[in-house]
């Protein structure tokens, strides 16, 4: 029943959206505090939310979006925070692109930067986008790979945990 009160509103919102929320990489300069950006864009999406308020003023009223340097930035909040409601995960868990490897990339550097720990666990086969040894051997990457049968057989690890799986649809994955 929720799922459908979510999907319902994110098709209302798809259809008030501002159009500069298709133009532009970062908008309402005047507002944008970058501390907040992610967390205070979807603080008041979710008020929004919780009121059933989909209007096309409201929805342009919404401080600036966190920006990971592409367009559409306030979409791609929203599909993190859809995804990770319709799967109980907390939105700040979940990150989107339309590349494959980026994500990756990301984390890797992110925590190369900090020396954090990094394992990767996959299902059949590390899809032919990752490449190990360049990443070890180019960028300097550290991490571990791990092949496991399920998503639940992924373990506790003391650093970040990177679960690559391909599949059709992006809401039928399982949780760890």
């Known amino acids: 029943m929720q799922d459908n009160k979510t999907l319902k509103y994110i098709e209302e919102v798809l259809e008030n959206m501002p159009n500069s929320w298709l133009n532009l990489t970062t908008h309402r300069l005047d507002i944008y505090d970058e501390k907040l950006a ?16 989909s209007e096309a003023f409201a929805l342009n009223e919404l401080p600036t979006a966190y920006d990971y340097i592409r367009l559409g930035h306030p979409l791609s909040c929203i599909l993190e925070w859809t995804i990770a409601k319709l799967n109980n995960q907390k939105s700040e868990n979940i990150i989107s692109f339309s590349s494959q490897t980026v994500p990756v990339l990301a984390i890797l550097r992110k925590n190369l930067l900090e020396n954090k720990k990094t394992q ?10 990752f490449d190990a040894d360049v990443l070890r051997n180019v960028y300097g990457y550290n991490f571990e790979v791990h092949k496991v049968e399920h998503a639940a057989d992924v373990t506790s690890f003391d650093g970040s945990t990177i679960f690559i799986s391909e599949q059709e649809k992006i809401s039928s994955f399982k949780k760890l």
């Open 120 to 129: 990767i666990n996959y299902i059949n086969e590390l899809p032919l986008f």
């Open 38 to 53: 992610k967390t205070g864009f979807l603080k008041q999406f979710k008020s929004l939310f919780d009121t059933n308020n």
